[in-house]
């Protein structure tokens, strides 16, 4: 089943669609620690490297590095992926990705992105504080979202991530309470994409680490998205 814009986070297919066993890992908000325990598969081949701003995208950075983020870090309009995968666009990407590391054949990289890609909101607009959803068929929901800090999730595997989150401003029919942007960056700067969990439950968002949509520029085509990919 595709995941609808208000479906919330299903535990039990973290469980089971993640490889190995249950992981720790630690949030940091404001100086609170929360506990999570879950798996992490998310799989972007990214190598460590000595040069700084790779190590930040690979996930190896001090909790001194991160600083806070606005909204506007992610302005524009915005495509899924997840259709491009449907219609064989990123054939290309996996392939490449099962030559380069061996670790998966091509058709086993699909089918691990095809989970994570995988929704129903085709398109997303942010423009200030105001972010649409769309999804096929309907003509939008809008609402205003509020700057909810950020969670650094930390993984056995040694690398970490960070997620700025969200809140709806105002409660409305059809709109999740909390979004979280993933993007591989942990201090202010322009998205080049980004992976957004939403629902309405915040620190069960923290474990949903199967499902995460993931958007380019809606200016751009599927081999431009290809060649990006490919980039990383």
């Known amino acids: 089943m595709k995941r609808a814009l208000t479906q919330g986070v299903s535990l039990l297919a973290v469980g089971l669609l993640v490889l190995g066993g249950v992981q720790s890992a630690v949030a940091s908000h404001s100086g609170h620690k929360h ?88 398109r997303i607009v942010i423009e200030g504080d105001t972010v649409t959803f769309y999804e096929e068929g309907n003509e939008g929901r809008s609402g205003e979202y509020a700057y909810d800090g950020y969670e650094i999730l930390t993984y056995a595997a040694g690398n970490r991530g960070v997620r700025y989150v969200f809140e709806l401003a105002e409660e409305a029919d059809g709109l999740p309470q909390y979004i979280q942007f993933s993007d591989h960056a942990i201090s202010p700067t322009d998205a080049d994409h980004f992976h957004l969990y939403w629902g309405d439950d915040r620190e069960a968002l923290l474990e949903e680490v199967t499902n995460w949509p993931t958007y380019y520029p809606s200016a751009l085509g599927g081999h431009e998205i290809v060649h990006e990919m490919m980039a990383h």
């Open 35 to 122: 506990d999570h325990s879950h798996d992490h598969d998310h799989d972007h081949d990214h190598d460590h490297s000595h040069d700084h701003d790779e190590d930040i995208y690979a996930g190896y950075f001090e909790d001194s590095q991160v600083e806070d983020r606005s909204l506007s870090d992610w302005e524009g309009d915005w495509q899924s992926v997840f259709p491009y995968l449907e219609d064989g666009t990123l054939d290309e990407v996996f392939a490449h990705k099962a030559e380069q590391n061996g670790e998966k054949t091509a058709e086993a990289y699909k089918a691990y992105y095809a989970t994570g890609y995988q929704t129903d909101v085709d």
